[in-house]
């Protein structure tokens, strides 16, 4: 395939398709760019050939321009001096001359349309490259997301992680009857002591009463 067949195809290339196709998009979109930077390269040294070409041509047909110029004047001399033969001789000369540059220029300007076609498609070429290399940061910082995302993932439901979720659910739970044993023990110890504290106070009232008993009997 010529580098100018390969340019074409990869300027007419949808590169949105491409990665929609690939199985991997992020190496897919690398080799894209890799691909277009190889081929920019080639197409900007192929450019460079042609330029170098066009400034050949051009020194060439300004230097048959001279030389028809010179038949010419060799022409108008030779017929000063009265040598028609000469004359006609030196514009046959000029004649071939032209039609070389006639030729020359008609190469030139083939070289120009040729140079302002590249041109554009240098510019299409280098817009595709800017963009796959914007698309290709979104698609690696995607692809490194959904990688956390899957290993993040993968960790909450490993068996590791679901048994020390099991582990802690189980000490809680025995924590838990530990918080109810001693509230019990504490509930339970607070009756008994309510019920002493009951007696003591009976006591204390009987022997009150005892008292006011003695005191009503000592008055009689």
């Known amino acids: 395939m010529s580098i100018y067949s390969r340019l074409s195809d990869i300027i007419n290339s949808n ?21 277009m930077e190889e081929t920019l390269v080639e197409v900007r040294s192929g450019t460079a050939k042609v330029i170098a070409e066009k400034k050949t041509l051009s020194r060439r047909a ?15 001399l030779a017929l000063s001096k009265g040598r028609e033969d000469l004359a006609k001789a030196a514009l046959l000369e ?8 006639e030729i020359t220029e008609k190469d030139l300007g083939k070289l120009d349309e040729t140079l302002d076609k590249l041109s554009v498609e240098i510019e299409q070429l280098q817009a595709k490259l800017n963009d796959a290399r914007a698309r290709q940061k979104t698609i ?8 956390s995302r899957v290993d993040v993932n993968r960790h909450l439901h490993s068996y590791t992680i679901d048994n020390a979720m099991d ?5 809680e739970k025995k924590i838990d009857q ?14 008994l002591r309510s019920e002493f ?15 006011l008993k003695s005191k009503l009997a000592s008055k009689d």
Not at 140 to 147: C, L, S
Not at 182 to 191: N, P, V, Y
């Open 178 to 191: 530990m918080e109810g044993q001693m509230d019990s023990a504490h509930i339970e110890q607070r009756g």
């Open 140 to 147: 690696i910082m995607r692809t490194r997301a959904t990688q």
């Open 167 to 171: 582990k802690f659910e189980y000490y």
């Open 15 to 35: 590169i949105s398709s491409l990665l929609d196709k690939a199985e991997n998009p992020e190496k897919m979109i690398r080799m894209v760019i890799q691909e």
């Open 62 to 76: 300004e230097k048959l321009k001279h030389q028809a110029a010179d038949w010419e004047s060799k022409a108008e």
């Open 94 to 101: 000029k004649s071939n001359i032209n039609a070389s540059v």
């Open 197 to 211: 504290d009951e007696l003591e106070k009976e006591e204390s009232i009987d022997k009150e009463l005892e008292a």
